[in-house]
Structure formats: structure tokens, C-alpha cells
Nanobody, 114 residues
């Protein structure tokens, strides 16, 4: 079992920045990829960014160049630095961790006002 605890969401004006954190505990030795998805109001959950244990990253086209995912394996934590935020980035952001199963955090709300 892996437990994920997210933090760092909130309300920000367009053009601003936020940093999300997700700390993993439990069977952390089994974790391979970690990352973030988001679910906008009335929308489907969608990929934001992922990072492998090796450090290789993958981004959704809509956030490339604005968001940066990073991972501290020593702290079992993944971060999402979000810059130049837009109102369309408003969503609940979910952290995930992949081992033999995919584990999800509880979600953190990000609201970007215009």
C-alpha cells in the first residue's frame, strides 16, 4: 500500500504561480512513476505531468513550458511548479504513484481567477 498526501493548492490570479507537493509513505520502495492529473469542473481527469524514478518527464501539451515536475526520491516527494497560471488551469489536482497498482491522493483544489 502507498499513501499520498498533497498540499499547496489554493486561489491565485492569472499569471501567478503555485507549487504543489505530494508526499508518499508506505510501500515506497515499489514506486516507479509519480505524477499529477487534474479534473476541471464538469470535465474528465487528464494528465498533467509524470516523472519516472530515473527523472525522465512527460507533460501535457497545454502545460509544457509553464509547469515543471520534479521528484526527490530521498523524501519520496513529487512537486509540480506551476507558473503563468491561466483560468483554464482551474481544477482539482491529483497526485498518483505507480507500482503494481496506481495509487491516488485525495486531490487539492487549484483556482485561477481572471
Amino acid at each position: 500500500q502507498v499513501q499520498l498526501v498533497e498540499s499547496g493548492g489554493g486561489l491565485v490570479q492569472a499569471g501567478g504561480s503555485l507549487r504543489l507537493s505530494c508526499a508518499a509513505s508506505g510501500s515506497i520502495f515499489s514506486i516507479n512513476a509519480m505524477g499529477w492529473y487534474r479534473q476541471p469542473p464538469g470535465g474528465q481527469r487528464e494528465l498533467v505531468a509524470t516523472v519516472a524514478r530515473s527523472g525522465s518527464t512527460n507533460y501535457a501539451g497545454s502545460v509544457k513550458g509553464r509547469f515543471t515536475i520534479s521528484r526527490d526520491n530521498a523524501k519520496n516527494t513529487v512537486y509540480l511548479q506551476m507558473n503563468s497560471l491561466k483560468p483554464e488551469d482551474t481544477a482539482v489536482y491529483y497526485c498518483h504513484a505507480d507500482s503494481s497498482l496506481r495509487y491516488w491522493g485525495q486531490g487539492t483544489q487549484v483556482t485561477v481567477s481572471s
